[in-house]
């Protein structure tokens, strides 16, 4: 684990992309990102790049929104999903970010 942050509530409304660079940049952890807003996409997080595992590698985030009890992975974009209050995000990195890990209980084992 990098980081474990409570978001704050002031932040309803905002893309995870948004959250996720402002609480990278105040923990001072190092990112590498590319595009904007809807084309965001996180290539590197504290020195863990895209490719590093193989060729499909690299970072997805998951979402639990209140009052689901899994994780599911978004077909969108982290610049397009808007974050609500009693939303839970965690960002994971996989060999393979194409085909793993849409639905998961992964959190439960």
Not at 18 to 27: F, G, K, V
Not at 43 to 64: F, H
Request: proline fraction near 1%; charged fraction near 25%; include cysteine.
């Amino acid at each position: 684990m990098i980081i474990a942050k409570d978001i704050d509530s002031s932040m309803d409304g905002q893309t995870v992309g948004y959250i996720t660079e402002r609480i990278l940049d105040d923990a001072k952890i190092n990112y590498r990102a590319t595009g904007s807003v809807s084309t965001l996409y996180f290539a590197a997080i504290d020195g863990l790049a895209e490719k590093k595992a193989g060729k499909l590698s690299g970072w997805c985030y998951y979402v639990k929104k209140s009052g689901d009890n899994i994780f599911h992975k978004p077909n969108i974009g982290s610049g397009q999903w808007v974050w609500h209050a009693g939303d839970v995000v965690v960002w994971r990195y996989l060999s393979d970010g194409i085909h793993d890990g849409y639905e998961s209980d992964w959190e439960n084992k």
